[in-house]
């Protein structure tokens, strides 16, 4: 391996997505042994000196940091990965930028469009390579949907739906704030399932089906109060709980997307679904390895939807891995993210969805809260 | 058989649902030989002679008519079945219950929220039996939903959502209007498929879920013109193709429905899903006889949707049909509501959906359609 | 309805398939206009006086018999329709063939082949028209399927494998015998699953694969020892509650075949596969509406099992019934082979399958319980 | 990880069995933290050192070997790993044993049962550690099938049924022999899908269900001559391309196997059920996430089977990974059985299934090849 180029990660953050990231830096030369480029888990940030020391020791990070500037600062480091929660992404992502850093940063962006709109400036003037981590679009299954999509399958697009379900927050005695629940928290995460769930969905439909005009949504928050984990106190709980919204994409098709975690019954379903004139394509989150897939012009008697187990050489990534029938599962779109932000830093270019698209996403979010707190319907301006 | 009162039916219109009730008549008592009344196929009304005669031939009707206010005005006629187009109902069924004649209409009740008003006026000072026929309440898996959520299972509700899908009018060369095709044809329908699809969608949440408050709603006609086929021009079409909407529903749960007629590959996917504090149920109309339902109280490791093969002897209705196993299709939720309006006969009550029942869901197609008109939320005011 | 000549059916037998056969006879013309003949309710016959005239009653039988030889001397019946235990089937075929009957006979055809050459060679001396009632074939989807290898569509086929489970007897407490439990009751039904079951998995395969060469089989009966209702003692029990074979066809596959009345969790799970050169195809009765088929044809990315919602006009018999995406279910089953009865009866024809082609059904039956009984491989003998 | 203590691995054969392998060995600390053992790739070996270095290269072995006698020698050798075709298992773990590694050896265990016998008398009376990668045992919803049945949920076992469908080898163009095909070359793999699939079903159910008693098997080779890849003539095929068994285990329970690589459609499809008196429980490859569950003792209305998505936290070994809903895939089978492995190396355990435990799959694999040569019911003798 050592004929690799090293490629220096720092990390900003150990939480959840800290362990995929650092999952996908570990396994990427084992599988994509093509790529130039080696990651080297050269030091982890994280506030508590011990808390981030275990998580070098298990993961094998060389080294750690308490302070995130002075990780910034550091020479040795090519690459910052921000994994923090959602509000400190614009003021580390902007100072990376500015030390000329490459920057992985984890999505949503940032808090609202206004702050995402400084980030892409902030890595466009640096000229840094970029990427948010919008994993979902790297599910093979997904890439191909957006193959067929591309080799153009469904002619004119009509319908688009997607929704994103889970059941984690029913429990009312659930707190919410901290390094836990920052989720639940609306200082720390700008919004809830919106920027949580919404965002992913968001984002594969603006890849799949291009621009969003204009939205109509609702939000809820079903559990009113909640105790504070950093205060103990119990606190109104300013997240959305649930957000759902029609709109029109600029293709003329229709959209509706929904997010919960009050769907009693679901962990984590993402589903999609695009109907075209010609062909239309499902795909879930759940059963991550399988396209369905329907084809008007196959024969009628024999005209079904078909459920493609993605798994074959010939399908995105996937040669990569097993053999067919093997599925492979969350994890590896993370992997696959880091495969193709490496093949492109030999190429000097950026990783889709650059800062640029991932603001897009931010723009529909911010339209979506808007509308929801308006009761009318809002255009997405960019 | 000749013990049983006879109840003469009388109906009019004689296209598809004209053959799905007449078939409800004639297999009720062999499988409900418990009901008292027995309908008898007294006559059949409709424009053309020959095409009358010709259905009387095939199902056994024992005598036509041409004008239904001569039908109306026989009294060998018990009860008027109306199965025209969504125009005449109104004058129709506000005639038969002058003639004091029981009523079974063909869903929706009417052309808008004002006509049904004098509907329910005409049937309730009539004093006449009456139903609307939002046949799939009947289906013995939805009946079994509404019995799981009587029983209170579900908890609190959080979440409702349907959607209705065809692709029957992709085609842009498919005519609008006259017999075979007046639903593209707002003089004669209304709506598009507002009240063709989501009619039944509302319908179903209104009985499961409780009233609505208020929807912000989209529409769209794909298809702009099409030859019409009584006049021979192409023409503007009127129709809404797809419609989608938001709504809050009085127990404060969320809802999203939309329903279409451009989702490639699906013929007739009606499906619906409740979400619980407690439990969930899914269900879809094309596999009708499958009932999914997750329950939070199971034993944690052995949690999951279970697919409940609705076909034994202890679910709705089944046990008047075969064994454990041997599925029913989308006939029998006819046989189904037929066998309910006689067995209520005998207590001269009505049957539900009455047309005051039914009433409530145009009063929510009519603010779903000013509300895509107004791009606005609007009320719902029955 | 006058025009149409009658058929006058005298009906032995008035359990399950009595009902499943009359209400066959009685939609066959509302559904199927075009035929010439319309089934006439003759007389029905049945050991118990009162029990048959509640079901003349019931369905509207015109006349009843005690005595299935009476029947038979009737100068007024066409047609035989034999639906009682097992092992009278022989006798009464035989004796309505001597007079001239045609015969319309429940599976399995007989008790054994012996038996079973008997009856094919009087019906065949007689020249009177035939059939067995393997409703199975006339699921439109399994129709589908044979029309699907008819084509050509599957190559060389390699394997057939077919199982028929449930899980009704498995409670020790259930008696055996009498007119309610007679399938479990060697003396009345000559085997258990193996002629009740696999009867229906052997015809459907043998329609599809062709015939069968050799058989090496197991049978087991689970629970020793039932009540028997007739004589209210504790008696052993003969039939065989599970058997399991495997096969050689002809044409060079593979066959396995399993039943039991001990699977729980399976009401009436009939399930077929074949796996051909080029193409597969598998059905199952719990979702009867549907065929799976997967064609190594397509294109190798988009390739998987498609599943077929057999439900449009362009599939077997569906054009009699509704329209696209709803579904019908298993009494459709008879109507069809009614349907097809009457068809071949304008052309002085048998329906498949005839006592001829059901005979070797009944070979493979024998040779399947000599093999268990034998621990042997056995040829298949006609 | 300095504070773990090093386990030396080497590794003989780097094919696809050497990647899963090897995978297991980086990832296990990672996700399972609290194991005192270390993996170290020390050596991999094979008869080409330049592939044998690229793949070195690939993965991170410190060193290479093209002689497996030399890589048993070595003192820094703690645990021997055996990925070579089946005809060297024997005496590569023979001479292992006397050297006093550890050994990990691909399944099936050796060419036949008297081969194993020697095999297993080896480990044993050295005394060294020893496991079998029987890696489906570890897939979380398989050992959740063991689990449920360890507690007693099924009752009385009445049917054990497994089939394991490939399609790989219908092309009659295919070749047979060398490297990458070695599976379809008697001589190096002992039988075809006997050892290979089969094998993997044998394990799973001697597991979950107990001891096979008896077997009734077929075998059949479809593509009689393939051209060898070594000695570029058209060899006559060996293997087994189909293989078919019914058998008694010794709980009195019915089973029926079935593998094959000709049937169109299945990638590597192993499905597994067993039916109890009062539970049953499915699961198959393609979904393997997922397992199926029917509890008889559920409230009749809401009876039905469950779709168990095996992604939560008190599932096996699913605290290691993620969160709810998000799934793992094939290659965790064989970090699970690492992780197994180096826990049990701290209690001085051998993990199973043990040399000694694999021998019985490979008693019934005997017998079943016997059976089908003899066209017998064979006794499964270990």
């Not at 329907?294 to 995105?316: A, C």
Request: aromatic share 10%; glycine share 8%; net charge negative.
């Amino acid at each position: 391996m050592s004929s690799k180029k090293p490629l220096n990660i720092g990390l900003v953050g150990y939480g959840f997505m800290g362990r995929t990231h650092t999952n996908g830096y570990k396994r990427v030369n084992d599988f994509f042994p093509e790529l130039a480029y080696r990651p080297v888990l050269k030091a982890v940030c994280g506030r508590s000196a011990e808390g981030t020391q275990a998580f070098a020791d298990q993961w094998g990070y060389e080294s750690i940091e308490t302070d995130w500037r002075k990780l910034i600062e550091r020479k040795d480091i090519d690459a910052i990965d921000i994994c923090t929660p959602n509000n400190s992404h614009a003021e580390i992502a902007i100072a990376a930028a500015k030390a000329g850093k490459m920057i992985l940063c984890e999505k949503p962006l940032s808090m609202n469009t206004a702050e995402g709109h400084k980030m892409v400036e902030a890595v466009e003037s640096a000229g840094v390579l970029n990427t948010v981590w919008y994993n979902y679009r790297r599910v093979p299954a997904v890439t191909l949907a957006k193959k067929l999509i591309d080799e153009g399958r469904l002619g004119k697009v009509f319908h688009y739906r997607a929704n994103f379900l889970q059941d984690w927050t029913i429990n009312a005695d659930l707190p919410q704030g901290g390094t836990a629940l920052w989720r639940l928290d609306a200082a720390a995460a700008g919004s809830g399932v919106t920027g949580d769930l919404l965002a992913h969905c968001i984002d594969t439909a603006l890849w799949l089906n291009g621009s969003i005009s204009d939205v109509s949504a609702m939000t809820e928050t079903f559990v009113k109060e909640r105790t504070h984990t950093l205060t103990g106190k119990v606190e109104k709980v300013s997240i959305d709980d649930a957000c759902a919204f029609l709109c029109h994409f600029s293709n003329g098709s229709l959209g509706l997307f929904e997010s919960t975690r009050y769907a009693r019954g679901h962990k984590a379903l993402y589903t999609l679904e695009i109907n075209g004139e010609n062909a239309s394509i499902r795909w879930d989150l759940h059963d991550l390895h399988r396209l369905e897939y329907f084809d008007y012009k196959d024969e009628g008697q024999i005209r079904g939807w078909k459920s493609i187990h993605v798994t074959d050489g010939d399908h995105p990534y996937m040669k990569h891995w097993w053999v067919p029938g093997l599925q492979i599962g969350y994890e590896h779109t993370f992997v696959h993210q880091v495969a193709d932000f490496l093949a492109n830093v030999e190429h000097g270019k950026s990783t889709s969805p650059t800062f640029r698209e991932a603001l897009e996403t931010q723009a529909v979010c911010d339209a979506v809260l808007a509308s929801a707190k308006g009761r009318s319907w809002e255009d997405v301006k960019v």
